[in-house]
């Protein structure tokens, strides 16, 4: 079972990203105030759910949430600034839209960075322990592939459709065949042999 709350405030968020290990598309995260009466069954870690679980799952968590707001932070924040300083980038950006400002911050992994003075803690596989680090991953990777099954429509040849940008067998294929899109981070090791020199 997981638990409600890991502080005593009355507006802990939970917050997650989704989108970390891609090779293309946007860092995506999302964060979730829940009210002290929450319950929902079938709510766990998004990556134990089933796709369809995670869609039905979605308008439930955002109808019953106090408040919620999801971020996306580009390839090009991610090429900038590095992959963990835009998932974090990702994470501060939703505590700030969200309203009722919350009093505490339980973060899904082990690196977080203050934002606004509000206290936090970082909880190791969070999404498996908290209601609120669950919604928030259930939101981060719904609105994620959602945002992927778009892109696709634009480059269908890299199935981002099934895939979401992840490093596929297939991904890497089509990135050997067709090169790179304007969606690809430049500063990721899209194929296995970059680390190769053209002598």
């Not at 190791?124 to 994620?144: N, P």
Request: net charge neutral.
């Amino acid at each position: 079972m997981l638990a409600l709350k890991y502080s005593d405030f009355l507006f802990e968020a939970g917050t997650d990203e989704a989108g970390r290990g891609c090779l293309a598309g946007p860092v995506t995260a999302a964060a979730v105030i829940l009210p002290e009466d929450f319950k929902l069954d079938l709510l766990n870690d998004s990556k134990q759910l089933s796709e369809k679980t995670r869609e039905k799952l979605k308008p439930t968590i955002e109808a019953m949430a106090v408040s919620f707001a999801v971020t996306h932070l580009d390839h090009q924040v991610i090429d900038e600034i590095n992959i963990l300083n835009a998932s974090i980038k990702a994470m501060q950006e939703c505590i700030i839209k969200l309203n009722p400002t919350p009093n505490y911050i339980i973060v899904d992994g082990n690196r977080f960075k203050a934002i606004n003075d509000i206290p936090f803690s970082t909880i190791v596989k969070g999404d498996g322990k908290y209601l609120s680090i669950a919604a928030a991953s259930v939101l981060a990777k719904t609105y994620r592939d959602d945002y992927m099954n778009k892109i696709h429509e634009e480059f269908p040849m890299y199935n981002w459709k099934k895939n979401k940008g992840y490093p596929t067998i297939e991904h890497r294929e089509a990135i050997r065949k067709y090169g790179v899109t304007k969606y690809h981070r430049m500063s990721f090791r899209l194929l296995p042999e970059q680390l190769k020199l053209e002598l």
